[in-house]
């Protein structure tokens, strides 16, 4: 177990308090050493790699041999796939290759937005013909339809938005003509922070700002539960993404790189297999 309280590499800031906490959940699963920790938890739907290391020179040391301890666990978590987040990480090339070698691969870069005046906030009027209500568990499929769609290649996945549902403590949706058009999805707030954890708009209905108003929703539906301030994560890739919380009163806050490693081992293996083809290829030239 590392020696004290503030390890010097993380690869998301967590209190220490927080990290105990999320060590001692009986769903996590955790290797430790002298100098650090490695976690398997689920947070907001998604299965999630977690680490904090003493030093640089430990976690170069240790990452490997404590991977392939936890590795033997992912068979529990019924998902598709791991999920890794590094923040303020300015330089990775250090770290880049240590989470290829362990199965990993780039997924894009997201951006925290704060809304620090939630308190404020009048609830937000929509367009005639359209309406804001709780959701019923009628309106999920559609939810995770509507999730897919928006974000395409970047989708958090079905799994991921079901547990988000099962885990929130508001899902709003926008409904024109009798159809859901579009959803937030907020967690409870933690102390005077909280979350919206998915937002998005069903693609017929881009255009018309209604991202825009389903985020002024969610924000103040957060207030309503005591928060002061609410984050939601918008991703750089998606063109309308950060745009639209910035025009709903979002600030910029910090950003942060995403990794994601499959659970299908086989997949992992052919992936490396055609690298090394790729390799030899390369090097030598098409010729054999």
Request: net charge negative; charged share 25%.
């Amino acid at each position: 177990m590392i020696a004290h309280e503030n390890p010097g590499i993380r690869n998301v800031p967590t209190r220490a308090r927080a990290w105990q906490q999320l060590l001692a959940r009986d769903e996590t699963e955790a290797v430790e050493t002298e100098g650090g920790e490695l976690a398997l938890t689920m947070q907001e739907g998604q299965l999630q790699l977690l680490f904090a290391f003493e030093t640089m020179e430990v976690m170069k040391t240790d990452l490997r041999p404590m991977w392939a301890l936890l590795q033997k666990d992912l068979k529990r978590f019924k998902v598709q796939y791991l999920r890794f987040d590094l923040v303020q990480f300015p330089v990775r090339e250090w770290i880049d290759p240590m989470l290829d070698e362990i199965g990993f691969v780039h997924f894009g870069d997201w951006l925290e937005l704060e809304h620090r005046e939630i308190a404020e906030l009048a609830p937000p009027e929509p367009p005639a013909g359209v309406q804001i209500r709780r959701a019923t568990a009628d309106d999920f499929d559609r939810i995770v339809a509507i999730e897919a769609d928006a974000y395409d290649e970047f989708a958090d996945g079905e799994v991921a938005t079901r547990g988000r549902i099962a885990a929130s403590a508001w899902v709003g949706v926008l409904v024109e003509d009798g159809q859901v058009i579009g959803y937030a999805i907020n967690n409870a707030p933690e102390g005077n922070i909280g979350h919206i954890v998915s937002s998005a708009i069903a693609s017929e209905a881009w255009g018309r700002k209604l991202g825009v108003v389903m985020l002024q929703a969610a924000a103040y539906q957060l207030g309503t539960l005591g928060a002061k301030q609410a984050v939601v994560r918008g991703r750089p890739s998606i063109p309308r993404s950060v745009p639209t919380a910035i025009a709903a009163g979002f600030r910029a806050g910090r950003g942060g790189a995403e990794f994601r490693r499959t659970l299908d081992e086989k997949a992992i293996a052919a992936r490396m297999k055609q690298r090394q083809h790729d390799g030899v290829k390369a090097r030598f030239g098409n010729w054999r």
